[in-house]
Nanobody
Framework: QVKMVESGGGLVQPGGSLRLSCTCA??????????MGWYRQAPEKERELVAT????????NYLDSVKDRFTISRDNAKNTMYLQMNNLKPEDTAVYFC??????????????WGQGTQVTVSS
């Protein structure tokens, strides 16, 4: 069984910073994860991709509005991904979800989502 464990959300003032973490945990063995990413969903809006990173060569992809402010990274040995968010703006307020694609374990392959962590940017 695979579980995505997120942490790091909270309330921050505009211009502030937060760091989100997401660990892909399994009761068995995780052989590999193809890619991981962060998505967000604001009230009454659709979920949107924020950033993704591949496992093999750490190729990254960002939502245009977060480029130069957010940095995605990962520690493959820990199956953990991070999102460093700097210069946060009120429009970044949303529930942030982590996602893992093609998680290969001793029981099979699947895609998984975290439960979400709230990020609120407000003065």
């Amino acid at each position: 069984q695979v579980k995505m464990v997120e942490s790091g959300g909270g309330l921050v003032q505009p211009g502030g910073s937060l760091r989100l973490s997401c660990t892909c945990a399994a009761s068995g063995i995780i052989f590999s994860i193809s890619s991981m990413g962060w998505y967000r969903q604001a009230p009454e809006k659709e979920r949107e991709l924020v950033a993704t990173i591949t496992s093999r060569d750490s190729v990254t992809n960002y939502l245009d509005s977060v480029k130069d402010r957010f940095t995605i990274s990962r520690d493959n040995a820990k199956n953990t991904m991070y999102l460093q968010m700097n210069n946060l703006k009120p429009e970044d307020t949303a529930v942030y979800f982590c996602n893992a694609v093609r998680v290969w374990t001793n029981t099979g392959i699947g895609d998984y989502w975290g439960q979400g962590t709230q990020v609120t940017v407000s003065s």
